[in-house]
């Protein structure tokens, strides 16, 4: 039989798991707003430069008992007592199961990750239900035990009877021999002191005390019999009544927390996509930046190669004419866009760079609730055996790769991802 052992480890408590799911989902929120509103400025200032420079675009009584009537009552009182006594040892073997499905549940719960080490409801009711079985154990281990000494006792009681039955018997017939005599029977002769009293006669005072002391002793042990009987009964049908309760709240609770994490895997799942549609659009964004500071930077070679070539005109040609201050204000104004459009570029990378840091925690916890819900699943099928004939048991979850049948929609995703 398995025996329980505490893993040591951290236990997160569950307002913690619950605190951990929200602030990665408002982070990705955060992080995407905090994107967006850099793509929309980069773009309103891409459309600005752009018109700027050329507009680019831009997104009973015992003597009295006969020896049948001993056999019958002590036959019949035994053979209830070892009935039951027996049945209180099935009802214990039947508790190792229930305790071996307990403690493989907490052990397979021991593999959680991260965030997802929770002490939470579920791990609260397992260990519940393992004090449950083991007060359960002990409560039948001690009627088995009272039964045991209670068919000692009827069989000591049995001895007694037989004891005092045989002695009556043979009374009776030494009394029965006695009044067949007569003047005429040939065994009849003197003997020596006929009148003296053996050693060990009892008087008749005595002699009925002890035939009414087996007899109340017989009738004391057959009602504490009976009595011992019908609290082994009670005390079977309370004891299953009690681990049928706790198994019922059990599976409530790994049911409902299968929901909690179900429903926090859909949100992350969500916020994954929208994070890495907010990744791709700010790629493309960072793409035409580049693109934009490109052209940019070619065009201010451009005045600056007009400016360098204009530096070579003879003579009184070598004037600040108005294309000079024009190229000299396109120059500072190129360099000053470029200047704008490298710290938007930056910051754009830098939001990108968050926006991927965001996205692996985000995968991280799914790939934990993944890791969480099979293993919940997994659990869910192993107590199975609790209500299905062994016969008719067959895993749904298999052991080793821990892909599932059910039907529960994320978890078919996770498998696939997983697989």
């Not at 570029?345 to 991927?356: G, K, V």
Request: glycine residues 2%.
């Amino acid at each position: 039989m398995t025996t329980l052992s505490f893993k040591p480890s951290q236990r997160f408590r569950l307002p913690d798991w619950h605190t951990n799911s929200y602030l990665l989902s408002t982070n990705a929120e955060r992080q995407r707003d905090a994107s967006h509103q850099i793509r929309q400025e980069a773009r309103v200032l891409r459309n600005e430069t752009n018109n700027q420079v050329g507009g680019q675009s831009s997104s009973g009584r015992a003597e009295e008992v006969s020896q049948p009537d001993i056999h019958f009552i002590w036959t019949r009182l035994s053979d209830r007592v070892d009935t039951m006594k027996e049945s209180a040892e099935q009802n214990l073997q039947a508790k190792n199961l229930p305790l071996d499905v307990a403690i493989e549940c907490l052990t397979l719960r021991d593999s959680r990750r991260d965030i997802d080490v929770v002490k939470d409801p579920v791990e609260e009711e397992l260990h519940k239900e393992v004090e449950v079985i083991e007060a359960t154990r002990k409560a039948l281990q001690q009627k088995i035990s009272q039964a045991f000494e209670q068919l000692c006792l009827l069989q000591e009681v049995r001895q007694q009877l037989n004891t005092d039955h045989r002695g009556k018997m043979e009374t009776l017939e030494i009394d029965r021999g006695c009044l067949s005599l007569n003047l005429n029977s040939p065994n009849i002769s003197l003997k020596v002191n006929p009148t003296r009293v053996p050693n060990g006669s009892t008087t008749l005072q005595q002699w009925d005390e002890i035939s009414q002391y087996n007899k109340s002793h017989a009738e004391a042990e057959m009602k504490a019999a009976i009595e011992l009987r019908e609290a082994i009964t009670l005390t079977i049908a309370q004891t299953n009544n009690q681990l049928e309760a706790q198994r019922v709240a059990t599976e409530f609770a790994f049911r409902k927390r299968l929901r909690e994490m179900e429903n926090a895997y859909s949100e992350l799942k969500w916020q994954e996509k929208n994070t890495l549609e907010e990744i791709a659009e700010m790629q493309e964004d960072i793409r035409r930046l580049e693109e934009d500071l490109h052209r940019k930077l070619m065009n201010l070679k451009l005045a600056h190669t007009r400016l360098e070539s204009r530096t070579y005109r003879p003579n009184a040609e070598l004037c600040q004419d108005q294309a000079q201050y024009g190229l000299t204000d396109e120059v500072h104004q190129l360099e000053a866009t470029i200047t704008v459009l490298k710290q938007k570029l930056a910051q754009a990378q830098d939001a990108l760079d968050a926006l991927y840091k965001h996205l692996a925690r985000l995968q991280a916890d799914i790939a934990c609730k993944t890791n969480s819900m099979l293993l919940d699943t997994k659990c869910m099928d192993t107590r199975r055996k609790l209500t299905l004939p062994a016969e008719k048991f067959v895993p749904e979850v298999d052991t080793f790769t821990r892909t599932t049948n059910r039907t529960l929609s994320p978890l078919k995703s996770c498998q696939l991802e997983l697989a």
